[in-house]
């Protein structure tokens, strides 16, 4: 994923490949039955700078993409982690942008 890191949006970088089991492993325990992401094998790829939002991929999904909020709790509600579904890396950035045009 590294030709997206001139394509990030402000404030957001690529996460080290050595550093990104770390946080597919946090989506992973956060997860419970029930949260749109259970059971999908993520692939954690850039984080807002000073910020627990991490940009997701997902193979062979209809979103590849999803924005999430990890808590670094264990979760028992099904509606945490936060999380932002999105069909392709260009529809998150355009998202990310317009907020912060706002």
Do not use: C
């Not at 030709?3 to 089991?21: A, R, Y």
């Not at 000073?50 to 997701?56: A, N, Q, R, S």
């Not at 999904?61 to 924005?67: L, T």
């Amino acid at each position: 994923m590294s030709h997206l890191k001139d394509k990030l949006p402000k404030n957001w970088v690529l996460i080290q490949e050595e550093k990104e089991s770390i946080f597919s492993n946090e989506l992973k325990r956060e997860l419970i039955l029930g949260h749109v992401l259970f059971d999908k094998k993520a692939v954690a790829i850039a984080r807002k700078e000073g910020e627990d939002d991490i940009l997701f991929f997902f193979e062979n999904q209809e979103d590849q993409y999803a924005e999430v909020h990890l808590t670094w709790n264990h979760e028992t509600n099904p509606i945490w982690p936060s999380t932002l579904l999105f069909r392709s890396f260009n529809d998150w950035k355009k998202t990310i942008e317009d907020d912060d045009s706002e």
